[in-house]
C-alpha cells in the first residue's frame, strides 16, 4: 500500500460497511456473504447508517473542525461536502425500514428488503474495487468481486 493513499471520502461509508459485515462472517465462519449481509441488517451500525445518524455525526465532526482534513491537514472541498449529503440522501432510501418487516419484540427482519440488500451488496463491491485498484488485496475478506 502506498505510504499515504489518500482515501475518497465516498468511501468511508462502504469500508465501514464493509468491515463490520466482513467482522460477522469471521465471528460465524460456517455463514455465506448473503448470511452476514443479512446479520448486519439490523445491527446498531445498519441504524445508525439508515436513519442517516451515521452522516450527521460525520458532519458534525467535519463542521468541529472547519472540514479540515485529520490525514492531509487540507481543507475539504464543498463539493465533497455535497456529494457526502447525497450519498447521505441515498443510503437513507435504499435502506428505509418497513416496521412491518419486523417482529414486534425484536428487529429480526421477517423478510429481507431486496433493495437494501442489493445497496449493502453494491457497498461492499465497491469497497473491494477500490482496494483492488489501490493494491490493498490485503483488506479483502470477502471476495464478493471474484
Known amino acids: 500500500m ?28 460456517d455463514i455465506s456473504n448473503i448470511d452476514a449481509i443479512e446479520g448486519f441488517i439490523g445491527t446498531k451500525k445498519y441504524e ?7 452522516h450527521d455525526d460525520w ?26 449529503n ?9 435502506l428505509i425500514k418497513y416496521p412491518e418487516l419486523y417482529y414486534a419484540k425484536s428487529s429480526f427482519p421477517l423478510e429481507i428488503s431486496q433493495r437494501a440488500f442489493d445497496f449493502l451488496w453494491r457497498m461492499c463491491e465497491s469497497y ?6 489501490t493494491g490493498q488485496s490485503e483488506q479483502l475478506l470477502l471476495n464478493i468481486t471474484d
Do not use: H, M, R
Open 48 to 54: 445508525e447508517i439508515s436513519s442517516g445518524k451515521f
Open 128 to 133: 473491494e474495487l477500490w482496494c483492488k485498484e
Open 86 to 94: 447525497v450519498q447521505k440522501d441515498a443510503t437513507v432510501k435504499q
Open 2 to 29: 502506498p505510504a499515504k493513499l489518500k482515501k475518497p471520502y465516498v468511501i468511508y461509508l462502504a469500508e465501514v460497511i464493509y468491515k463490520d459485515i466482513a467482522d460477522i462472517k469471521k465471528n460465524n465462519l
Open 59 to 84: 458532519f458534525d465532526y467535519l463542521k468541529n473542525n472547519k472540514f479540515i482534513d485529520k490525514n492531509s491537514g487540507e481543507k475539504i472541498p464543498d463539493e465533497t461536502i455535497k456529494l457526502l
